[in-house]
């Protein structure tokens, strides 16, 4: 028997019942592992790896809230909705694709709910030695060893929902920068969800980067839906970035109101590379975002610098892990959140230093801005220190609009509205400045001045 404690009673419950939920959550992922597997175009390979991921997703079983890293985010409301693949790409209008372009950006792959579009991709005079391109297209020849090498070997590639992509990924966005070459144009991957006329749809987004040794690189990672129809989004971004490598990386997650989305980026980093990741989330009805970061060498340089803007009843929720491994790693992280209305943000960072990893610099603090009395922000920052000698920090803050602030603002001139549009925005440039890309600053900005309450 089991005996649940409440407050003011005590209830017993039978086997049966209590074993009830978790069967359907069971069967529930078992529907969607066939799912996935049934969508696995029978030319593209990987089977051995597809067998080893379903049976790590048969291990970890569906997440619920009794598990600590989901306990603030219930999965509940994806069980009532039965999704099925994508199996043909919708069309995409010149008009969609145009309010997401970048003029930076020279070379672009778009795929649509999980599948390569080339007429949409801009893929033209590539520099010597790059490589962009989908995986269906490049998995050939002398590549075909250093793509197993890679794809699903990272780390981080082991939980039920990275394990669940890459059971049925359909193709794969690849991007593979030589060694010492600098490319001095940022790469734009564009994930387009478009949801079906009939059925909730599945897509399952995945991208592989290489950076080999000395190369230098700026990705922008876009997951842009504007439909409020049920769709579930979920990728899988795996990076290497090798021996002093340069990666800087740019994450957009704004996807439609109906849309679940549970992203993994798992990075691998070699001696003396530096890993900059910028993740920005204003989109989906439920969005995770779990970043996991391992260092395997030593003077490794890796800056997390995040932003969360939500309103409505939207749920935001970023996961992440830095592993230090060996002796002066460097790690920075500072996330931002903006919750208005019901909306409900987490967060939880973890940084591990073992014995081994002395003289690690680490630092990590969350900030939070709530703009309305119903809104909710559950924050957990975490350090996992065994190393003697290091220098670690961690924080959380929470706080409203001051209102003396705004009077100061009104006292000058300014109007309430364009008052508060100053301060949401003050709290949200040091974010939005550390993108390197001056037109996508300006959307952000946009969007964030937005905001008045």
Not at 71 to 96: H, I
Not at 183 to 197: E, H, K, R, T, W
Request: net charge negative.
């Amino acid at each position: 028997m089991a005996i649940q404690v409440s407050n003011s009673d005590v209830t017993v419950m039978s086997k049966t019942q209590t074993s009830k939920p978790q069967a359907e959550r069971q069967a529930y992922l078992n529907g969607l592992l066939a799912t996935a597997q049934a969508a696995v175009p029978a030319d593209l390979p990987f089977t051995t790896l597809r067998k080893q991921a379903a049976a790590i997703a048969q291990e970890h079983g569906f997440p619920d809230t009794r598990q600590e890293d989901w306990r603030f985010t219930n999965l509940a409301p994806m069980l009532s909705v039965s999704f099925q693949p994508s199996t043909v790409t919708p069309e995409v209008d010149a008009e969609t694709l145009a309010a997401i372009a970048l003029p930076e950006v020279t070379h672009r792959l778009v795929f649509v709910n999980g599948q390569f579009s080339a007429s949409l991709s801009q893929l033209d005079a590539l520099p010597e030695g790059l490589i962009v391109g989908n995986l269906a297209h490049l998995y050939s020849g002398t590549f075909t060893s250093k793509f197993d090498d890679c794809l699903g070997q990272s780390a981080g590639n082991h939980d039920v929902f990275a394990s669940l992509n890459t059971v049925g990924f359909q193709d794969a966005a690849i991007l593979w920068v030589p060694s010492n070459q600098v490319i001095a144009a940022p790469i734009q991957l564009v994930f387009l969800s478009i949801a079906g006329d009939g059925a909730a749809t599945l897509s399952q987004p995945r991208c592989l980067v290489v950076a080999e040794s000395g190369s230098a690189i700026t990705l922008v990672e876009d997951f842009y839906g504007s439909d409020s129809k049920a769709h579930f989004t979920n990728s899988v971004t795996e990076i290497w970035v090798e021996d002093n490598a340069q990666v800087n990386h740019v994450r957009l997650q704004r996807e439609g109101s109906g849309t679940f989305h549970i992203g993994k980026t798992a990075v691998t980093q070699g001696c003396d590379s530096r890993y900059t990741c910028t993740p920005i989330t204003t989109g989906a009805q439920l969005s995770r975002h779990n970043l996991e970061v391992t260092q395997t060498g030593p003077q490794t340089e890796t800056t997390l610098q995040g932003l969360s803007a939500i309103a409505g009843t939207q749920l935001a929720d970023t996961h992440s892990i830095i592993a230090f491994n060996h002796p002066h790693g460097t790690a920075n992280q500072r996330h931002k959140c903006i919750v208005d209305d019901r909306a409900h943000a987490v967060f939880n960072g973890k940084m591990w230093v073992p014995r081994n990893a002395q003289q690690t610099n680490a630092s990590q603090l969350n900030r939070n801005l709530l703009l309305s009395d119903k809104g909710r922000i559950d924050t957990k920052p975490e350090l996992d220190i065994v190393a003697d000698n290091v220098k670690c920090a961690h924080g959380a803050t929470i706080s409203q609009l001051d209102a003396d602030e705004v009077f100061y603002l009104q006292s000058r001139g300014i109007s309430g509205e364009q008052a508060q549009q100053l301060l949401i925005y003050g709290f949200a440039m040091e974010i939005i400045d550390a993108i390197p890309l001056p037109s996508l600053r300006e959307t952000l900005t946009q969007v964030i001045t937005a905001w008045t309450r």
